[in-house]
């Protein structure tokens, strides 16, 4: 019998019919399910009362390795706030995508029933993926809190219109200061996110790299450098303005100036459940629209 935690960020009255047949899914096959209590709630809100008899958790403290999984329902972003409570915990994440894009929750909302009973007879792989550590110098119990990332950590100008000067150095050795209104360090499963949209390359997950990419950079040859992830990142910002933005996938938090954030890579892995044809090649050619070019018709698979 397969124990899953349920995790979602904002419910909407269109999500019911998918939550509700997530939920039927798995009853039909006798599996423990725990909800978070937040997303509960606000199911409980709307009237409706199916969630009502479920066990729930609330955070990271009520869960551990005894679950076989984590299910999320919502979009990428939905899974980057999801592995805020799991982090070493080694439980996988399958998410459901009721968002847009979703390159990393890749089972449709048309898909559950299919998906979540292939999940419960086992029929699926788990990747992992490399996460980013990032410490500062700041005694700051704010920014520790967002210490790991799945995505990127993001450096960014604070109520200002200049660009940013960002002095970077690899395993302690100057690199180049980079004048901009950013500086994205991602992983390769963040190359997808706010990196590709800044002219970053795409990097397949089970590569052992860093990417660096700059955000709109006033160097004309300043360009997104792919690194070893066993590279050690210093990164400080030049004192034009009082504190800037460091963002760690969807955590934001203002920081001072004058310190300094380094960079490496996490102790542990992100789990994320893939099943039957969903592998990464299939779901670049899906969401990048690549198969939409008509010359490619005679390029199909075989």
């Not at 080694?90 to 898909?111: D, H, M, S």
């Not at 500086?183 to 397949?204: E, K």
């Not at 670049?284 to 070019?293: A, E, P, S, Y």
């Amino acid at each position: 019998m397969k124990k899953v935690a349920i995790f979602g960020q904002v419910y909407k009255d269109e999500h019911e019919e998918y939550l509700s047949t997530l939920i039927n899914t798995l009853n039909k096959a006798k599996a423990s399910i725990f909800i978070y209590k937040n997303y509960a709630l606000s199911v409980q809100k709307t009237g409706l009362t199916f969630t009502d008899t479920l066990a729930t958790y609330d955070g990271s403290t009520e869960l551990d390795s005894s679950f076989d999984a984590l299910i999320t329902l919502g979009g990428d972003g939905t899974i980057l706030r999801a592995f805020n409570q799991i982090e070493h915990l080694n439980i996988p994440i399958l998410g459901i995508n009721l968002g847009r894009l979703g390159f990393l929750a890749t089972v449709q909302k048309t898909e559950i029933t299919e998906a979540i009973t292939s999940f419960l007879n086992s029929e699926y792989t788990i990747d992992e993926r490399v996460m980013l550590k990032v410490e500062s110098n700041e005694d700051s119990t704010t920014f520790k809190d967002l210490g790991y990332a799945l995505n990127d950590l993001t450096i960014a100008k604070k109520d200002t219109t200049s660009m940013i000067g960002v002095d970077a150095y690899l395993n302690n050795e100057y690199l180049t200061t980079y004048w901009a209104d950013g500086l994205i360090i991602s992983t390769p499963t963040g190359s997808t996110g706010y990196s590709l949209s800044c002219q970053g390359p795409v990097m397949m997950p089970n590569t052992n790299n860093f990417l660096i990419t700059p955000v709109a950079p006033h160097n004309l040859s300043a360009r997104p450098i792919v690194i070893s992830d066993n590279t050690s990142i210093r990164l400080k910002v030049l004192k034009r303005e009082d504190q800037f933005l460091a963002s760690l996938d969807s955590s934001v938090t203002t920081m001072k100036v004058e310190t300094e954030l380094k960079v490496t890579k996490a102790h542990f892995t992100a789990k994320i459940i893939t099943l039957k044809d969903q592998d990464f090649i299939n779901t670049l050619r899906d969401k990048l629209l690549w198969g939409q070019d008509t010359r490619n018709k005679f390029g199909s698979k075989q």
